[in-house]
Nanobody, 126 residues
Framework: QVQLVESGGGSVQAGASLRLSCAASGRTFSRNAMGWFRQAPGKEREFVATINWNKNTIYYVDSVNGRFTISRDNAKSTVSLQMNSLKPEDTAVYYC???????????????????WGQGTQVTVSS
C-alpha cells in the first residue's frame, strides 16, 4: 500500500532549527509534486511548501519564506523540509503530501493532493 511517513519533528525553542523528512513507499513519486502542510489545533490545515517532480518549481507560504527550504531526493523517494529560525506560530502537526498526477504542477491547496502522511508534531516555545 502507498505510505508517506514523516519524521524529524520535536520540541524546540524559538530560533532553533528542525529538519523534517518524508519517506514514500508503495509506489514511486519521482514524477509527482510533493508538499508540506501543517495544522494547529482548532485551525484548518494550511499549505507550507511544495516542490514539483524535477525541482523546477518551488512555492512557500509567505509566513515561512526565507526560513524554510523544501528539497527532494527522487532516488531515495524522500522529500525534506529544513526549518530555520522557528517561531512559536510554527507550532503544528506537519504533514507530507503527494500529488497523484504524474508530472503535475506544484500545487498549494489541500484538495490538490491525493496521499498524506500521518503527521509529525513540531512545537516551538517562546
Amino acid at each position: 500500500q502507498v505510505q508517506l511517513v514523516e519524521s524529524g519533528g520535536g520540541s524546540v525553542q524559538a530560533g532553533a532549527s528542525l529538519r523534517l523528512s518524508c519517506a514514500a513507499s508503495g509506489r514511486t513519486f519521482s514524477r509527482n509534486a510533493m508538499g508540506w502542510f501543517r495544522q494547529a489545533p482548532g485551525k484548518e490545515r494550511e499549505f507550507v511548501a511544495t516542490i514539483n517532480w524535477n525541482k523546477n518549481t518551488i512555492y512557500y507560504v509567505d509566513s515561512v519564506n526565507g526560513r524554510f527550504t523544501i528539497s527532494r531526493d527522487n532516488a531515495k523517494s524522500t522529500v525534506s523540509l529544513q526549518m530555520n529560525s522557528l517561531k512559536p506560530e510554527d507550532t503544528a502537526v506537519y504533514y507530507c503530501a503527494a500529488d497523484g498526477r504524474d508530472y503535475g504542477v506544484a500545487r498549494t491547496s489541500v484538495a490538490d493532493y491525493d496521499y498524506w502522511g500521518q503527521g509529525t508534531q513540531v512545537t516551538v516555545s517562546s
